[in-house]
């Protein structure tokens, strides 16, 4: 199974960007589709975005569509999420998480591993 190191995040203001950086171990890394979620306090854990073992595929959640992008770098072993336009409600433990399936997912169950997540903390 890969390890998951996330870091990257921080406070910032409303309106401002972040990337957000999963570093992966322990396995083939181009074997795993790789996903991003994120938990805010009360609430469920949502998926973010997800992208495939090539990077050629992505998707993303409405609520960040058009302001987060995933990206990978198979060669650094490294996943990405950056976050422009950030608004309060993005506020959030943010979690990397990766499946041994060339095809990426949304939910949460089809992950085996996950990082211990990145505080990102939003003010208006």
């Known amino acids: 199974q890969v390890q998951l190191v996330e870091s990257g995040g921080g406070l910032v203001q409303a309106g401002c960007s972040l990337r957000l950086s999963c570093a992966a171990s322990g396995r083939t890394f181009s074997n795993y589709a790789m996903g991003w979620f994120r938990q805010a306090p009360g609430k469920e854990r949502e998926f973010v975005a997800a992208i495939n073992w090539s990077g050629k595929s992505t998707d993303y959640a409405d609520s960040v569509k058009c302001r987060f992008t995933i990206s990978r770098d198979n060669a650094k072993n490294t996943v990405y999420l950056q976050m422009n336009s950030l608004k309060t409600e993005d506020t959030a433990d943010y979690y990397c998480?990766?499946?041994?399936?060339?095809?990426?997912?949304?939910?949460?169950?089809?992950?085996?591993?996950w990082g211990r997540g990145t505080q990102v903390t939003v003010s208006s």
């Open positions: 998480a990766g499946r041994p399936t060339i095809y990426s997912g949304r939910y949460a169950y089809e992950y085996e591993a």
